[in-house]
């Protein structure tokens, strides 16, 4: 975990508002600065210093900022909101992005650009679907998207690091397809989990079914929703894995969608 911002992908829609309140609700609870950033993509043939360019980003930026209130502040780019988002990551503490964008450009930060600072983000990125709760849950269990891999094995111990640190509980949820079976038993999996941290209440769930209508129907009272996923260096234009590309549009909790890149503890509330 950094001492970094709070960084908030903006893009004047509602959305995107609702991200920064999200994130200025868990700053608060926390103590951290809120950054927002605002960027749009040179047009085809332009220099990205050509006069006039960042106005968009700059009106874009000054009416949150204003929204926002006293302790925010805000950065506005002409380049694409992928880039500026990523590059910037590299020194936050965490990434909040918002989904389902209507207002803006084409490609705003709320729309599958979401998506794919996910999975290119230097930090630990925070989904805010459209029908997730409008601020922060200090007290709701962590939901972990689990399927005894690498990745998600690493997923569940950043998030049983978080939970000793905030006092919550932990539920692994695996969806059962039919099809597949991890090679080694979640049981045992499990067992590692807790002699490692004894403190933590952690409960493994197995559920029938695709994994994002699993996840999204334990994330009614979760806190946060947390999934691996492979990330990729490079342009925009990847996407995250189908299950983490689908949950961060149904769920009802925020998501947090780590990497490679990025799979390091997000700013905790100590207890």
């Known amino acids: ?18 991200a920064v309140d999200w994130a200025q609700s868990w700053a608060t609870a926390l103590g951290r600065q809120v950054m927002l950033v605002s960027a749009v993509p040179a047009p085809p043939g332009r220099r990205p210093d050509a006069p006039g360019l960042d106005e968009r980003a700059r009106s874009v930026l000054e009416a949150e900022l204003s929204r926002a209130g006293v302790g925010v502040t805000g950065e506005a780019y002409v380049r694409h909101p992928v880039t500026a988002l990523v590059e910037v990551s590299q020194d936050a503490a965490a990434v909040v992005v918002g989904t389902k964008g209507t207002g803006g ?56 690091a978080a ?4 006092g919550r509980a932990v539920r692994l ?17 499990l067992a590692d989990l807790r002699a490692e941290q004894p403190g ?3 409960e493994l769930i197995t559920a029938e079914g ?22 990729h260096r490079g342009v925009p234009g990847f996407l995250l894995g189908s299950t983490a590309r689908g949950l961060i549009q149904s769920s009802k909790a925020p998501v ?14 100590a207890r």
């Open 210 to 231: 695709d994994a994002v209508e699993v996840l999204t129907e334990h994330s009614d009272d979760a806190a946060f929703v947390i999934v691996a996923s492979n990330g």
């Open 163 to 166: 939970a000793t640190v905030e």
């Open 200 to 202: 933590v209440e952690l």
């Open 1 to 18: 975990m950094t001492a970094g911002p709070i960084v908030v992908g903006i893009d004047g829609s509602e959305n995107s508002s609702r």
């Open 105 to 160: 450009w084409r490609g705003g930060v709320t729309g599958s650009v979401s998506g794919n600072v996910a999975a290119a983000s230097h930090a630990p990125t925070v989904v805010i679907p459209a029908e997730a709760r409008g601020d922060y849950d200090p007290d709701g269990p962590l939901v972990v998207g689990f399927d005894g891999s690498e990745a998600a094995m690493g997923a569940a111990r950043q998030a049983v």
């Open 173 to 189: 949820v695996q969806a059962d397809t039919g099809k597949s079976s991890p090679e080694e038993p979640l049981a045992d999996l």
């Open 256 to 269: 947090i969608v780590l990497t490679q890149l990025s799979e390091r503890t997000w700013p905790t509330l």
